[in-house]
Every structure is written in C-alpha cells, then in structure tokens.
C-alpha cells in the first residue's frame, strides 16, 4: 500500500510540475511577443504541456513536438522539452533524447536572437539539457532498481510462506503418523486382551461374552483402517510381512540424558508423572524438548539449559531457558522448526511462546491444556 501511494504522489507531482511549467511557457512567450498571449508560440506551449499530460499518445508524439516547438520558438519553451528529455532517458531511450537535443541545438543556432537557446548564456542550454538527460537517466536506473528489490522481496516473502506452510504440513503429518502408532499400540492391546477373555467365554454369562466378541472385531477393524488411513504417512511405509510399528512415546528423560552425556549442561525439574498427560501431549513436550535442546546446542555452544516440565493436569506445561553462548560455527536458522511445533501445539488447543527472555536468554515455553480441563487455560508460565 505505500509503494501505490508513493506511485500516486508521483504521478500527482509530475503533472503539477508540467502545468506549471506549461504555464512558465505561455508566460514566456507572451513577454517575447510583445505581451500578446494568442500567438503560436503560446499555443504551441500549450500543446506541448498537453502532450507530456496526456499517457496514451505514442511515446514519440511528446519529444517530438517538443523539440520542434522549442526549435522554433526558442529557450520559452525549453523547460517543457526537459521534461520530455527526461521522460526519454528515464525509459532507457538516451540515444532518441541526445538527437532531440542535436536537432534543437542546430536549429537554435538560425533562430531569432530574441528566442535563441544561445543566449544569454552560449552554452546554458546544453548544460539543461545534459543535465535532463543524465538525470533521468539516473532516476530509470534507479526506478529499475527499485522494483528489482521489491520485486525480489515479494518473492522471498512468498517463498517464506510455502516454506512457513510446508513445515505446517510437515507437522501435521509427523503428528497424525505418531498418533498412528500409538493408537495401533492401544488398540493392539485391547485386541489382545479381549481376545484372551474370548477364550474363556464358558465361564462367562453369555451378554459379556457377546460384548467382549463384539469389542475385539470393532478394535481389530478400527486397527485396519487405521493402518489404511495413517500408514502410508511413515517415511517408509511397512510392506507385507513388516511387524507392528513400535509406539513412540519416548521418555523425556532418556533424551536428556543423551544431551548430557554430549556435554550439555542441562538442569531439570519434572513435576507429575507422564502418564498423567495425554499420549498427544507426551509427544509434544518430547519434540518441544528436543527442539530446545538442539537450538541451544547450535546458536548457545556451553550455556546452561534449564528445562521445567509439568505433566498436570490442569495442563501440560514446558519451559526451556537457555543463557547466551557462542554459535557453533556459521549457522542460518530458518525458524521452520518453532513453526511447526507451534502448528503441533495449536492443534492440541496449546500456546507456543518463544524469544529473548530477560537479559541474554532464550525461553520457549508451552502450554496445553488437559481435555478435560481446557476451562483452566491460564497464562504461558
């Protein structure tokens, strides 16, 4: 919006600047002609202004009339040809705007001494000329340029986006395959178990007995088709014959232990236990933690890393701090990262905050609240 109306003042200003000097020109020649206002070299003005004002005639029609009336008519006329020598230089047309001025030059020499270009200065009009043709060219150049960066910035802004977008989907897919494994883990389970007490069912009342079956077809079933849906989203996806996936619900423990033994100074503080949080939750705080883990290793080479994890309810809670350090080596951080795991944390109704926090730390902090519990949402920690 502030380049359009930056283009606006500029088209405002341009025609401000030629009716006045339009009217310079009507001024000019009418001292020169004696205080009479009607003659030629006033309407010729007049034409020329019309000509620079008016954006559909061919773009010769303007420095072509104006160079023939500032020809004939002398230096009265010569800011309006400026102008079109400017316009030409502007539109890479240098070579058309130095034969206007060959041209008007050599008919100035033969022209009334009244309203010749040589005077009172002999070379004053070549030095306007030279000076409306290098400056438009200048302005071109850097009008060019201009929408050469701008155009550049539009298009990594685009290309920021795809990316933002990608890592979105990136997110959504590694959350639906994990989810995929931890539910085919589950519904194993209830498969096994209720086929076991099938098993038994003699010694069951024959309602029970009716519902375990009933339940050990409606889990195998659901474990087909949710291998059908999800299954094709693994990196790899299993072939005929490949076991069950196995879950993913890693320990946040084991990956800080891996952190330490790397050399990471890593100081935790754990309240709940996991199993009070939800398997899609667990999931989360394991990615959130590694994610933080890992940014402190690249961008805080040696600083401490401070980590709080809260299981809940009524939220699952997790706060990485890390001081400042020095960067291993030359790095470009994307930030795709932290916008997928935002996307992950949104998806569970959570918060993701992450930056500065106080004087030389970095914070990432999430929270997200237990289902049953969503009405206790409070503040990021």
């Known amino acids: 919006m502030g380049r359009g109306r930056n283009l606006l003042w500029a088209v405002y200003g341009r025609r401000g600047l030629v009716l006045l000097l339009t009217g310079a020109a009507v001024q000019n020649g009418a001292a020169t002609a004696g205080g009479r206002y ?21 773009w010769f029609a303007a420095p072509a009339l104006a160079t023939a ?3 004939l008519w002398g230096w009265p006329l010569l800011p309006l040809l400026l102008v079109a020598l400017f316009d030409l230089a502007a539109r890479r047309r240098t070579a058309v705007a130095a034969g206007c001025c060959a041209v008007v030059l050599a008919v100035g020499t033969v022209a009334p001494s009244s309203v010749s270009l040589w ?12 000076l409306a043709v290098v400056g438009g ?28 977008q990608a890592a979105r989907d990136a997110e959504r897919s590694r959350v639906a395959a994990e989810m995929h494994d931890v539910l085919a883990h589950r519904l194993s389970l209830i498969a096994l178990h209720t086929g076991v007490l ?9 309602p029970v007995a009716e519902r375990l079956t009933l339940l050990r077809t409606a889990s195998t079933e659901a474990l087909a088709d949710l291998r059908d849906v999800l299954g094709a989203l693994h990196e790899s996806g299993p072939t ?12 946040v423990r084991e990956l800080i232990a891996q952190a330490r033994e790397a050399g990471q100074q890593v100081d935790v503080q754990i309240t709940g236990e996991p199993e009070q949080a939800p398997a899609a939750h667990r999931l989360a705080l394991y990615r959130l933690v590694q994610e933080g883990l890992t940014n402190a290793r690249k961008h805080a080479v040696g600083a401490p890393v401070r980590i709080r994890l809260d299981y809940g ?12 350090g020095r960067s291993d080596g030359p790095t470009a951080p994307s930030g795709f990262g932290l916008v997928g795991l935002g996307e992950r944390v949104r998806t569970l109704g959570g918060r993701l905050t992450a930056g500065p926090h106080g004087t030389g730390t970095w914070r990432l902090a999430a929270r997200i609240p237990h289902p049953a519990r969503s009405e206790q949402n409070g503040p990021l920690p």
Do not use: K
């Not at 070379?123 to 000329?129: D, E, M, T, V």
């Not at 802004?157 to 990316?163: G, N, V």
């Not at 099938?198 to 024959?206: F, G, K, N, S, Y």
């Not at 005929?240 to 320990?251: F, I, K, N, W």
């Open 313 to 324: 309810p009524p939220a699952t809670v997790v706060e990485i701090v890390n001081a400042s």
């Open 38 to 58: 009607l003659t030629a070299g006033t309407a010729a003005a007049v034409l020329c202004g019309l000509a620079l004002l008016v954006p559909r005639l061919p």
């Open 119 to 130: 005077r009172p200065q002999q070379y004053g009009a070549s030095l306007f000329l030279l």
């Open 198 to 206: 099938t098993t038994r069912a003699d010694a069951l009342p024959a």
């Open 137 to 164: 060219s200048w302005m071109g150049n850097r009008r060019r340029l201009v929408d050469a960066l701008n155009a550049q910035v539009e298009h990594l802004r685009i290309e920021r986006e795809l990316r933002e």
């Open 69 to 71: 009336a500032t020809g």
């Open 240 to 251: 005929a014959g490949d076991a069950a996936p196995a879950p993913v619900l890693r320990d």
